[in-house]
């Protein structure tokens, strides 16, 4: 499986940035899928995933009521909105995907996800 994140940017705190994240090859074995972040020197975090059939969601507390993931399965497509952002908000972000679960339940955890994409990095100011 391969994946292909865009759209970051720069916006200001307050703003929104919608992400993408196309997969190809073999996204009939996807179980789910995710968005990760990694800011200068601290570890990647998990911020939200998403079930590939089902459609059920789970996000990191910190993201809660700002961001929403969604997934398009006839465009092997999966997104993030991303509202009221705050510079905190500002990293690196991710997107992986999960073909092999051991446990049919959404993951937080980065070594849990088999492929990743390369990133796309997301600035706001203050």
């Known amino acids: 499986v391969q994946l292909q994140a865009s759209g970051g940017g720069l916006v200001q705190a307050g703003g929104s940035l919608t992400l993408s994240c196309a997969a190809s090859?073999?996204?009939?074995?996807?179980?789910?899928m995710g968005w990760f972040r990694q800011a200068p020197g601290k570890e990647r975090e998990f911020v939200a995933a998403i079930t590939w059939k089902g459609g059920s969601t789970l996000y990191a507390d910190s993201v809660k009521g700002r961001f929403t993931i969604s997934k398009d399965n006839a465009k092997n497509t999966m997104a993030l909105l991303m509202n009221s952002l705050k510079p905190e908000d500002s990293a690196v972000y991710y997107c992986a995907t999960e073909i092999r679960p051991y446990r049919r339940v959404l993951k937080t955890t980065a070594e849990d996800y088999d492929y990743w994409g390369q990133g796309t990095q997301v600035t706001v100011s203050s």
């Open positions: 090859g073999g996204t009939s074995v996807i179980y789910a």
